[in-house]
C-alpha cells in the first residue's frame, strides 16, 4: 500500500524565497511616483573642482526644445541622449560632467569640472561648451554662477586674492556650523556676466561635498526667482496708485449723482476699472504666488546651510534678512492691496447698482401708478359708454317696439299702444342692461 502523499506547503508570506504576486494590477503612476524621490541627485564633488550653473526661464513648453539639445550635445560628445520625456538628465561630456534639470518654469543646467587651477573664476567649465549652442538655448537667463571649490589642506584665501577673484565687492558668507568648511560670495553680477562662490572644502566626502554645492545654488536659483516679483509689483505700483485714486474720484461722485445718466455713466466706468483690475490681477497672481512659494525655499534652503560668522565676514543669512525680507514684503504689500482694491471697487459697483435699483424701482412704482390711474379712467370711460349703449339699444328696442304697437293700434286702440309702450320703457331697460352686465362679467372672467 503506498504511503500517502504529504501535504502541500502553503507558501510563507514571510519567507524571503517565495515569488511574490505580480498578477495584481499597479496603479498607472506607481513608477513614476516611486522613481520621483530618485530624481535630481546632487552630484558627488571631490575638490579641487569648478562648477558653472545657468537658471532659464524659459515657461513650461520648453522642455522638448531644451531635450534636443541636450541630445545634439551628448551626441557630439557620443553620450547618451535624455529619453523622449526626461526632466533631468546626465552625461560625462570629455573632461566635463552636465547636469540638466527642468522645472516648473526654468530649466537649469550644470557643467562640473575636476582638476587643479590657479585663478578660481580664469577658465570656468561653461567656456568649454559651443558659444553657439549656448545661445540657442530657449527662454530668459535669470541666474549664471561659477563655484570654485578649493581643497581643506590649502591655506584660506587672503584680503588680496579675495579682492581680485570678486573685483573688490563687498563679500558675505560665514562658516557651515561644526565644520570647516567656509564659503565667500558677494551676490553681485560681475564683470563677465556671472555670479561668484568659493569655498573651500573642510574634509566633506563626495556627496556631502554636492549637496552644499546643490543647496549654494539652488538658494541663488530660488532667490533671483522670487525677486522676480519684486520686478513684477514695482512695475505695478504706478498702475495701482492711478486705479486706486480713479476709485477715490468715482466714490467721491457718486455721492453727488443727479439724475439716471450720471448713474449710468459712472457704472460704466465703475465697471471699466473692475476689468482693468482682473487683468492686472491675472498677470500677477501666478508671479506672486510663485514668489510666496520661492522664498520658502530660500529660507529653507539657507536654514540646511548652518552659517555662521567667520572673522569680520558678514553673515549670508543676515544679510539676505536685512535685504531679501523687505523684498518679500514688498510683494506681499502690493497683493494686498490689489486684493484691498478688488474690494473696495466691488462694493463700489454695489452700492452704485443700488442706487440705479431704487431708481428703477422708483420709475416702475410711478408706472404702475400711472397705469393704474389710466385703468380707473378707462373702467370710468367704459361705465360711461355701458350706460349710453344700455340708453341706444333701448331706444332702438323701444323705436321696434312702437312700429308694432302702432300697426295694432286699430285692434286695441292708440290709448292702450300708448300705454303698452309707456308701460315697456323699463322693463326694455332693465332688461338691456342685465344683458349687458352679464356679457361684460363673462369678459371680465
Not at 40 to 47: D, G, S
Not at 326 to 353: F, H, K, Y
Request: aromatic fraction near 4%; hydrophobic fraction near 45%; proline fraction near 6%.
Amino acid at each position: 500500500m503506498r504511503a500517502p502523499h504529504p501535504p502541500a506547503r502553503r507558501p510563507d508570506p514571510l519567507d524571503d524565497d517565495a515569488k511574490p504576486d505580480l498578477t495584481l494590477a499597479p496603479h498607472a503612476d506607481r513608477q513614476a511616483i516611486v522613481a520621483e524621490m530618485h530624481t535630481r541627485p546632487a552630484p558627488r564633488l571631490e575638490a579641487p573642482v569648478r562648477v558653472s550653473h545657468l537658471a532659464m526661464l524659459s515657461g513650461r513648453t520648453a522642455a522638448s526644445t531644451e531635450r534636443r539639445l541636450i541630445g545634439e550635445l551628448c551626441a557630439a560628445y557620443g553620450a547618451l541622449p535624455p529619453g523622449e520625456h526626461a526632466l533631468h538628465h546626465v552625461a560625462r561630456l570629455g573632461e566635463l560632467e552636465l547636469r540638466w534639470e527642468r522645472h516648473t518654469e526654468f530649466s537649469t543646467l550644470m557643467l562640473l569640472r575636476g582638476g587643479a587651477f590657479e585663478q578660481p573664476f580664469l577658465e570656468p567649465p561653461l567656456a568649454l561648451l559651443p558659444e553657439r549652442w549656448l545661445q540657442r538655448l530657449p527662454g530668459q537667463l535669470v541666474e549664471a554662477s561659477h563655484i570654485a571649490i578649493i581643497p581643506a589642506d590649502q591655506p584660506p584665501p587672503d584680503r588680496n586674492v579675495l579682492a581680485h577673484a570678486f573685483e573688490g565687492h563687498h563679500l558675505m558668507g560665514g562658516r557651515i556650523s561644526g565644520e570647516q568648511v567656509r564659503i565667500w560670495t558677494s551676490l553681485r553680477v560681475h564683470g563677465d556676466g556671472f555670479g561668484r562662490v568659493l569655498i573651500q572644502d573642510g574634509g566633506f566626502n563626495p556627496t556631502r561635498l554636492g549637496r552644499l554645492v546643490q543647496r549654494v545654488l539652488e538658494l541663488e536659483t530660488y532667490r533671483l526667482m522670487a525677486l522676480l516679483g519684486l520686478a513684477a509689483a514695482r512695475r505695478l505700483m504706478p498702475t495701482l496708485d492711478e486705479m486706486e485714486q480713479v476709485l477715490v474720484e468715482l466714490t467721491v461722485q457718486t455721492a453727488r449723482i443727479r439724475d439716471a445718466a450720471e448713474e449710468r455713466l459712472l457704472l460704466d466706468r465703475l465697471t471699466g476699472l473692475a476689468a482693468e483690475h482682473a487683468r492686472h490681477s491675472s498677470d500677477i497672481a501666478y508671479r506672486f504666488g510663485a514668489t510666496r512659494a520661492y522664498a520658502e525655499l530660500v529660507h529653507e534652503r539657507l536654514g540646511r546651510l548652518r552659517l555662521e560668522r567667520e572673522g569680520d565676514l558678514e553673515q549670508l543669512s543676515a544679510f539676505l534678512e536685512r535685504r531679501f525680507e523687505p523684498a518679500m514684503r514688498t510683494c506681499r504689500s502690493v497683493e494686498e492691496r490689489m486684493e484691498s482694491l478688488g474690494q473696495r471697487i466691488g462694493r463700489a459697483a454695489d452700492l452704485l447698482r443700488t442706487r440705479v435699483d431704487l431708481a428703477l424701482q422708483e420709475q416702475n412704482q410711478s408706472l404702475l401708478t400711472s397705469m393704474d390711474e389710466r385703468a380707473k379712467l378707462q373702467l370710468r370711460l367704459q361705465q360711461t359708454v355701458e350706460g349710453l349703449s344700455v340708453a341706444a339699444i333701448s331706444y332702438y328696442l323701444l323705436g321696434l317696439l312702437s312700429y308694432v304697437l302702432k300697426a295694432s293700434a286699430i285692434a286695441i286702440g292708440p290709448m292702450v299702444a300708448d300705454i303698452v309702450l309707456a308701460l315697456a320703457v323699463p322693463l326694455v331697460v332693465f332688461g338691456v342692461w342685465r344683458i349687458v352686465r352679464r356679457i361684460r362679467r363673462k369678459l371680465g372672467h
